[in-house]
């Protein structure tokens, strides 16, 4: 099997599917074309305030979307689901993508801006009741803290014993910070993002001379510290302000994104990797880096590539107070998804074009690597090539970092520059990762600060410094604290099931409004169709996990926290599929079009 073969099949398949099934979403079962016909202004048009509601360019809304929903998940999803053979991945990836994920954000997107750009939580509550409101809000609250921890856990191995690549990501902390300052003094955009980008750069071919040096000893870490380093920078990162960090690394990120994967797809294009792995591994039934069987944990662990419950809190946070046109919802939405499904392809295709035997040392710990009776093809020439020690590196990045310069090996006189474009694309992971981080964090600030303050009048208080303070404290604790008891099999497969729960809610809240506004009651299998299969797979996964996992005291992920955290999202997830079907029942005794009727007068020109 040859890599452009799935590249090419699989784009054409995503180009199909946004042209045909995206417009019967759009038009049919969302039946935006009619908001276009009558004119019924957008949230950023009726509450223009130029601050959040911000009618705006859809190719640029597209921009920040993309750049929003598409960090770690779609790049390490995939590698770790690797272990099962390139086919199980492969397949969920295509499938989920466009029957799952494309349409979950087109309608999670679509129920925020019918609501005049509500949150998802408050969406919930005008759909369904102030107990399925305040369940989602609680799962939101669950996913955003399980989201820090399993994203930094993949930067906290990339990074691990690492001087050269921690230099280089802590270095454009201030790199960034200057560029938002003298954007903010100047206005100079076009400057700030050259010098910037520049010193970046600059600091990726610095770093290679600090191994044996006492800057180079002291920015080399264990795994432990820097579980605790991450956190206690989340919680500064969190309270500065959007413009002087969040901002320019997001804004300088994009730029290394589009190039590292363009490169990629021109890479695998003019090379043709040949494809390594087989179909179907002989760990179907469980292994060293997802220790469930094939089904429910390749949808899980792939998460992001496929469907996302995170993108929930840009579908109904920032995205639907831009947005334009109603018809623009299908690009940004539906379109964003597909490209990030086709992020997470290449990220597949660069895990498996290495040698099995390579993969399972880089991703299994050295123990679990002895006991597999592996032998290393390539992995001692990529380790010269790269300057680095190899073996053990779990969590996808690294693997992803080494697939793709594997892959590029084939040009003669890349050997030279291997060792930076090993470092270069760990920075990228761990950049991108890293501002998820900062913004994730805010985000379960507000979060905790709105639930507490319920209980703590003085938390409620957005423009306090110490409630801040506090919640800020508080989230960074909890995620820090998952950060350093866990491992990647453990935390990643929490992260996917919180995850895949989110999303299974959004699809809940999806199929309630496709419901009351559909000419057709059966479109609302558009949702239910996904709906079920998600919502099973996450029950099975979530139950599996805690049964042999996370209260198993005999197994090395043995986390009381988890398993707890675990039980709770399903109960959250039972009760909103109660309260969900509660309402469809009522829903189904009014006629369609006396209920398509009520639901247009919840839309206010």
Known sequence: MNSVSIVIGSICILLIAYRLYGTFMASRVLKIDAYEKKNVPTPSHKLDDGRDYVPTNKWVTFGHHFAAIAAAGPLVGPVLAAQFGYLPSLLWLLIGAVIGGAVHD???????????????????????????????????????????????????????????????????????????????????????????????????????????????DLLTFDSQTLAIILPIYAFFAAALPVWLLLQPRDYLSTFMKVGVFAALIIGVIAINPSIKFPAFTEFLGGGPVVAGPVWPFVSITIACGAISGFHVFVGSGTTPKMLNRWKDAKPVAFGAMLVEC??????????????????????????????????????????????????????????????????????????????????????????????????????????????????????KRMDSIPANVVASALACLVWGYLLYSGDISSVWALFGVSNQLMASIGLIIGATVVLKIADKRWYMLTCLIPLAYLYVTVNVAGYWMTKNVYLNPDDPGYNVVNGVLSIIMLILGLVIIIAAIKKWSQLWKIPQAELVKQSDSEIAS
Request: aromatic share 12%; hydrophobic share 55%.
């Open 106 to 216: 087109l309608v999670v997107l679509f129920c925020s801006m019918r609501r005049d750009g509500k949150s998802f939580s408050e969406v919930a509550k005008d759909e369904l009741g102030p107990v399925a409101g305040f369940c989602t809000g609680m799962a939101m609250l669950f996913i955003i803290t399980i989201t820090m921890a399993g994203l930094s856990l993949v930067v906290l191995n990339a990074l691990e014993r690492n001087p050269w690549g921690t230099f280089a990501v802590g270095i454009t902390i201030p790199i960034a910070m200057g560029v938002g300052l003298y954007h903010k003094k100047t206005g100079n955009l076009k400057l700030a993002t050259i010098v910037g980008f520049a010193l970046i750069m600059l600091a990726v071919i610095f770093g290679h001379y600090l191994n044996g040096t006492w800057l180079g």
């Open 342 to 459: 086709a992020v997470a392809l290449m990220a597949l295709i660069a895990a498996v074009s290495l040698e099995p035997g390579d993969y399972f040392a880089i991703n299994s710990t050295p123990d679990q690597y002895a006991e597999l009776g592996m032998q290393h093809v390539h992995l001692s020439e990529l380790e010269n090539e790269v300057n680095m020690d190899l073996e053990g590196r779990t969590g996808g990045a690294v693997t992803l970092a080494v697939g793709m310069t594997y892959i590029f090996k084939a040009i003669p006189f890349f050997a030279n520059i291997a060792a930076y474009f090993y470092q270069f694309v760990i920075l990228f992971e761990a950049i991108f990762i890293l501002t998820a981080i900062d913004a994730g964090t805010r985000t379960a600030r507000y979060l905790i600060q709105d639930f507490l303050g319920n209980f703590i009048k003085p938390l």
